[in-house]
């Protein structure tokens, strides 16, 4: 695999992680979409910039990305660039949580901005699109329907305790083509 490297030498608990996933959920109730339209697209911020909630609204719930949405081939420029090195302090939600021991471990070794679960309903799919970073993915429920595609490659990534870095400054797109929830906790990685 040229786009996706499995490190497997930390190890989360995907139970532990779920049970926190669930207990957020009822307390956010709600998934966060800078445009109420979107469907394939949902999140629930794991950090935000310290003091700042408009971090984790609107557009810098997604940020920048570019995509070629029509036939003519040109790439367009799509949302506003987000200081990803600012999100250092963790969401009230997930203090105290298993949730926060994750982001301490995997901050140790990574320098990470945006820490997000992500959410990709049954029979979606993204846009074709390319992001700045790579990004760090930790798989919490999946199902076998649901691969990442980067450009010539095509990938499942397991919810097995491992973590996937996958190159989303590559041409990508994630699909869920099974009929139950996906959910990866995703970090922005701001390091090569
Ligand atoms: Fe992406």
């Not at 695999?1 to 959920?25: A, E, G, Q």
Request: with cysteine; proline share 6%.
């Amino acid at each position: 695999m040229k786009h996706l490297t499995k490190i497997t030498d930390i190890k989360v608990d995907i139970k532990k992680l779920k049970s926190v996933y669930f207990n957020t959920i009822d307390k956010i109730l709600e998934w966060s979409k800078d445009d109420p339209n979107l469907y394939d697209f949902n999140a629930i911020c794991v950090n935000q910039i310290p003091n700042d909630p408009l971090s984790i609204r609107g557009g810098n719930i997604r940020g920048l990305y570019w995509t070629y949405p029509k036939e003519n081939w040109e790439e367009e420029k799509r949302l506003n660039k987000v200081d990803e090195t600012q999100y250092t302090e963790l969401c009230k939600p997930f203090k105290g949580t298993y949730v926060e021991e994750i982001y301490a471990e995997i901050s140790q070794r990574w320098k990470i901005g945006r820490f997000r679960f992500l959410m990709k309903p049954p029979r979606s799919c993204l846009s074709w699109h390319r992001d700045p970073e790579k990004r760090l993915h930790i798989p919490i429920i999946t199902n076998p329907g649901c691969r990442m595609v980067i450009e010539d490659e095509s990938f499942h990534m397991p919810a097995d305790g491992s973590l996937y870095i996958t190159d989303n400054t590559k041409y990508h797109n994630f699909f869920n083509g099974g009929e139950t929830d996906r959910i990866h906790l995703v970090g922005t990685l701001l390091e090569k």
